[in-house]
């Protein structure tokens, strides 16, 4: 499995404190990682993927970590 020394939101947060949009940032968090390491299934909420996703509120706070569909945290 994984490790991240990183929490996934600042994975997030700290680009956009730097001025990276949103969207970019998600991107770079999240589908562009998965496709560099050639896993189809995670990287992107899409019919067929894994629902492995973090809910954030409008100041990027962590609200909610779901895998597999299922929410994990909080």
């Known amino acids: 499995m994984l490790s991240l020394r990183v929490k996934p939101p ?6 956009v404190s730097f001025g990276l949009s949103l969207s970019d940032a998600v991107y770079a968090a999240s589908t562009a ?5 050639g896993l189809a299934d995670v990287g992107a909420i899409e019919v067929g993927r894994r629902a492995d996703f973090v809910v954030l509120d409008e100041k990027l ?3 909610a970590v779901f895998v597999d569909g299922e929410r994990i945290l909080l």
Do not use: C, E
């Not at 600042?10 to 680009?15: G, T």
């Open 33 to 37: 990682p998965a496709g560099a390491a």
């Open 10 to 15: 600042q994975l997030i947060v700290d680009p």
């Open 61 to 63: 706070s962590l609200k």
